[in-house]
T-cell receptor
Framework: GAVVSQHPSRVICKSGTSVKIECRSL??????MFWYRQFPKQSLMLMAT?????????EQGVEKDKFLINHASLTLSTLTVTSAHPEDSSFYIC???????????FGPGTRLTVL | SQKIEQNSEALNIQEGKTATLTCNYT??????LQWYRQDPGRGPVFLLL?????KEKRKERLKVTFDTTLKQSLFHVTASQPADSATYLC???????????FGSGTRLQVQP
């Protein structure tokens, strides 16, 4: 089956620093990937759509200069949280749609803690 | 605005019983609805997809119904097992937009 990985699984950083999270599709190509954020006991909220070879599409209220997305290849998308603040602490999850059908395959998530 | 509601209270049932989880939505006309399982600290795992023109879908011990008039989906876990304990998320999708809109999930706890 389709597998999506994320790295790192956990990261703790100081306020003001930048953190990069990688999302990889391991056994399939993904021209599109999605980045979600999930706060405790809340729903997954779509942040942006990552498109290989073009700019990411951000959801309303998500700052594109703060959350930089780069879809470097057909199997890799990265999310960089710039100048992180404690309120950015959350669970970040990426997904990629399957090549057949409408289901999505999610990565295991990255727990970001900003001190 | 679009709204998806799942019962935020945990559902506790005895092993062997059938668990039924509800997903209601408003201000949305989805082309399909999906159910995912999420374990603590993990990403969601796809379970079932049902399209707007389908009434019911089954997969092993799982059954999903979709009523576009009531704007509701029911998710059933039959012969439940403690290993079924997890949070179950419903998600809606539209034709031409592959990103999903998620409900907040319902936690299912199956007691041995």
């Amino acid at each position: 089956g389709a597998v999506v990985s994320q790295h790192p699984s956990r990261v703790i950083c100081k306020s003001g620093t930048s953190v990069k999270i990688e999302c990889r599709s391991l056994d399939f190509q993904a021209t599109t990937m999605f980045w979600y954020r999930q706060f405790p006991k809340q729903s997954l909220m779509l942040m942006a759509t990552s498109n290989e070879g073009s700019k990411a599409t951000y959801e309303q209220g998500v700052e594109k200069d703060k959350f930089l997305i780069n879809h470097a290849s057909l199997t890799l998308s990265t999310l960089t949280v710039t100048s992180a603040h404690p309120e950015d602490s959350s669970f970040y999850i990426c997904s990629a749609p399957g090549q057949v059908g409408d289901e999505q395959f999610f990565g295991p998530g990255t727990r970001l803690t900003v001190l | 605005s679009q709204k998806i509601e799942q019962n935020s209270e945990a559902l506790n049932i005895q092993e062997g019983k059938t668990a039924t989880l509800t997903c209601n939505y408003t201000n949305y006309s989805p082309a399909y609805l999906q159910w995912y399982r999420q374990d603590p600290g993990r990403g969601p795992v796809f379970l079932l997809l049902i399209r707007e023109n389908e009434k019911e879908k089954r997969k092993e011990r799982l059954k999903v119904t979709f009523d576009t008039t009531l704007k509701q989906s029911l998710f059933h876990v039959t012969a439940s097992q403690p290993a079924d304990s997890a949070t179950y998320l419903c998600a809606l999708g539209s034709t031409g937009r592959r990103a999903l809109t998620f409900g907040s999930g319902t936690r299912l706890q199956v007691q041995p």
